[in-house]
């Protein structure tokens, strides 16, 4: 027990020292106006540096993320195919797809599929 804890002490002393010392490492001491500006060619800008950024294609993406990481989470069953009844398998099968099906059904209904509106 001593030693598990004098571990996890160790472990956070040496991360909070190395968060420390990089912080300190990677501050900027000259602030300039030009390196500063979205441009450094040396001409100011005639618009904002910054795009407007799309909110819709942000939550495709995040959907696109969401449905691709439970589509991972289904590969086990094909592992585990031999190692439990037949019933079970198809049943936690069909329960997870019949979610994914749920939560695509409720995007399609709320129109957050929709690239253009």
Known sequence: MYVLF?????????????????SFLSKKTIMD??????????????????????????????????????????????CIVNMVDLYSWCLSGLFFLLILLLGLYYEWKEGALEWAS
Do not use: H
């Not at 004098?6 to 990089?22: D, E, K, P, Q």
């Not at 909110?55 to 993406?61: G, M, N, P, T």
């Open 6 to 22: 004098l571990t996890i002490v160790l472990t956070l002393l040496i991360s909070v020292i190395v968060m420390v010392l990089a």
């Open 33 to 78: 106006r030009e390196k500063n500006s979205p441009y450094e060619c040396g001409f100011d800008p005639k618009g904002s540096g910054r795009l407007p950024f799309s909110l819709r294609f942000f939550l495709i993406a995040v959907i696109f993320l969401i449905f691709d990481v439970e589509i991972t989470l289904l590969m086990p069953l094909v």
